[in-house]
């Protein structure tokens, strides 16, 4: 059996040229990467040609560790839907070298359901993340610099910065550090410390800016810290927004790349769901929306993180509306999810599939909360038996809702007709649009509460002495009609990782919240997740070699 690398290796692309002419662009209006990547121009956003295409969100049960398959069944969902005559561009996140150095791998699909060139696009790309890194990170430079300046200094109190660094690695030794050490000439010492580049701010302002000068005004609201009189400071204030976006000026645009099967796929931002917002940005969802008639686009993670902050904050900041939810399942997560331990997942086990379905239940009904209407797909691993399969169909049926499966790993496009022509169907027959579940100017403690009560089954929230003195200084700011972007587990419904199914009368620890007011969002980080993660004990880069001629192995 060939490997995700070993299949896309075998694939002769198709010239970039040649993917943009099926959704009737132009080679002019390309800024070519090579032969196979390409910049689109931000002119091609069409208002009166969105309102006409349908949204379709890709979203999952609670994963295992090492995922559902989610961009693997977007990818090839998209190519099922080509082929039944449906003009579809799939519209997806970029991978960060954290997960594809260590644990997930990369992030392009996987089989005969992958975005190709697959290497590029896992590594660097078209090097949107690394000015996102820059632009970040010169902020911080301008934050220290103007502190050790006394002549123009603004008065910046150390002890109240809130901007980190950002590399996009997995380093938990870079958690927490000091910054300024080794004498007055190199700055004032202090308490700082590094997240990931798809939690910063910088990612979350790009994937929500609908332009350039949007962009540069949320990159002028980043709060910094207070000065010692207790006056807020912005990035604005240290004048650092027109650099951050001029370092940001090629990043905005999004990319364009082609499917396995030679069909168009846009790919733009980055940011995780269990730390950021999870989703794609706007411009990326608008460009796909302006060019075909069906944009399948994902969300990470489960429904209960991705899927909820792309309906609670993308589709509300953007005016945007889904027609149709694909929540992806696998037998494994069920099984998982049914008490089995990871190492037995492989043995055939209908009764902890049925168990574990409380799982796939509980996001099904957060879905209706939206007035979503959803279509299981059921990802097919060849492990998997003909019982474990209707136990989950059986579960489907009883609540109403149509369970596909999609064998998109081994047969691609052809592996998914069945459900491209139930989602078509779900979604040319919705005309309604969805419905939120919380109103902005709700208080932000209201919000919070309505989410952990309703879609994680939480019975109450608790906050500890850092979040309280938080939700004063929002308070403080003017910051109480934002949006909440809920930092918490991926593997749990609730914020403890080792409650898996469908747990419930749990108490939600908020631990301390973020202010990204640049996002135009704050951030209740819970239970103990990190915004910088770690690597594993044995990590994939262990795997990844490049030979003599320059090919690359050991990506999956």
């Not at 308490?191 to 929500?208: H, K, P, Q, R």
């Not at 069909?263 to 794609?280: C, E, K, L, R, W």
Request: hydrophobic residues 40%; proline residues 5%.
């Amino acid at each position: 059996m060939k490997t995700d690398i070993e299949i896309a290796q075998s694939i002769a692309l198709k010239d970039i040229r040649e993917i943009a002419a099926q959704v009737g662009i132009t080679e002019d209006q390309l800024d070519l990467y090579g032969r196979y990547k390409a910049k689109l121009p931000l002119s091609l956003i069409n208002p009166e040609r969105i309102k006409k295409s349908k949204l379709i969100l890709v979203s999952a049960i609670s994963p295992t560790p090492a995922g559902e398959g989610k961009t693997t069944v977007s990818i090839g969902l998209s190519q099922g839907l080509n082929r039944i005559g449906k003009k579809t561009c799939v519209v997806l996140r970029e991978p960060s070298l954290g997960p594809v150095f260590g644990i997930k791998g990369g992030a392009t699909g996987g089989g005969y359901s992958q975005v190709l060139p697959m290497e590029d696009i896992n590594l660097h790309f078209t090097g949107d993340f690394a000015a996102v890194e820059k632009a970040h990170n010169l902020l911080s430079a301008l934050i220290d610099n103007n502190i050790q300046n006394k002549q123009y200094s603004l008065g910046i109190d150390p002890r109240t910065i809130a901007w980190k660094r950002v590399m996009d690695m997995n380093d938990r030794a870079l958690r927490q550090v000091v910054v300024g050490l080794g004498g007055t000439s190199n700055g004032v010492p202090r308490e700082s410390g590094f997240d990931i580049t798809v939690a910063s701010e910088v990612m979350a302002i790009l994937c929500l800016s609908d332009g350039p000068d949007d962009l540069k005004r949320r990159l002028g609201n980043i709060f910094v810290g207070f000065t010692y009189d207790k006056k807020p400071v912005f990035a604005r204030d240290l004048k650092a927004q027109g650099a951050m976006a001029a370092l940001l000026k090629d990043a905005i645009r999004p990319n364009l790349v082609q499917t396995l099967e030679g069909y168009p796929a846009i790919i733009h931002g980055g940011p995780f769901a269990n730390i950021a917002q999870g989703t794609n940005t706007v411009i990326a969802t608008r460009t796909g929306l302006s060019l075909a008639d069906y944009v399948v686009t994902e969300a990470g993670f489960g429904f209960d993180l991705g899927g909820e902050k792309f309906l609670d904050i993308k589709c509300q900041s953007a005016g945007l509306s889904p027609s149709a939810l694909v929540l992806v399942a696998t037998v494994r997560a069920l099984k998982y999810h049914g008490g089995v331990k990871l190492a037995d997942l492989p043995q055939p086990n209908a009764a902890a599939v049925e168990k574990g379905c409380c799982n796939l239940e509980k996001h099904l009904e957060n879905a209706a909360l939206f007035k979503l209407p959803a279509v299981v797909a059921i990802n097919r691993f060849t492990s998997d038996t003909d019982d474990e399969i209707k136990a989950i169909q059986d579960k489907c049926k009883a609540m109403g809702v149509e369970a596909v499966v999609a064998e998109v790993w081994a047969h691609g496009g052809a592996g998914s007709e069945a459900l491209a022509h139930a989602v078509a169907r779900t979604a040319d027959n919705n005309q309604s649009p969805y419905q939120p579940l919380y109103d902005w100017s709700m208080p932000i403690e209201e919000k919070i509460k309505r989410i952990a009560t309703s879609i994680y089954g939480a019975a109450e929230v608790e906050y500890m002495p850092k979040a309280k003195s938080d939700l004063k200084r929002i308070a403080t700011l003017g910051m109480q009609g934002v949006p909440v972007c809920i930092a918490k587990t991926q593997k749990s419904l609730s914020d403890n990782a080792d409650l898996i199914g469908r747990p419930s009368g749990f108490t939600l620890t908020v631990r301390e919240i973020e202010i990204a007011a640049g996002a135009g969002f704050v951030v209740p980080i819970t239970g103990e997740i990190m915004r910088m993660p770690g690597l594993p004990n044995i990590p994939a880069a262990e795997n990844i070699d490049i030979d003599s001629q320059g090919n690359i192995t050991g990506l999956f």
